[in-house]
């Protein structure tokens, strides 16, 4: 796991770090064997098998422009990590979170980077929509630990923090 090195307020102030503050929702289910999504919709369809976090404060196009450049980048290796907090906290800070999972997945010189609505981490190297904001990722929704699914699935807040290493 990643440790979070502080919390999220802080990471502006590095290019190769964004943060997206979230909430679960009674449909999530993170069962999709292939994606995880993130968006900014206040609702949530049983269908939504990939959707793990819904309310999300931001949108791929909001990402500095460095931080998407840097994704472009077909070596970079881009992380994931979901922070969520307990079902009736107000909010989950990404230093100390309840539950913990990541996903690492690279860039991809196709990526768009953006949509202002949703975003999706990819286990495939599909790049063709602008809500893709990893490829080749080494898990997707239904890999997330299941504590983490339950306490989404009770609404509890989460912090999606994006971290991309640069290639060298």
Known sequence: MSDF????????????????????????????????????????????????????????????????ETCRDADATITATFAVGEPNDDAVGVDDPAHVDEIVGRGDPDLALLDDRSMVGRTSDYTEDERT????????????????????ADGAPMALRLEVDPAE
Not at 30 to 46: K, R
């Open 133 to 152: 904001i990893f490829v080749d990722g080494d898990g997707a929704a239904a890999d997330l630990d299941r504590d983490l699914v339950d306490a989404l």
């Open 5 to 68: 090195e502080g919390d999220a307020d802080a990471s502006p102030a590095d290019p190769f770090v964004e943060v997206v503050r979230a909430t679960g929702h009674e449909h999530v289910t993170a069962e999709h064997a292939s994606t995880v999504e993130l968006t900014t919709d206040d609702w949530l369809t049983p269908a939504g098998d990939c959707i793990v976090g819904v309310e999300a404060d931001r949108g791929p196009r909001d990402f500095s422009a460095e931080f998407r």
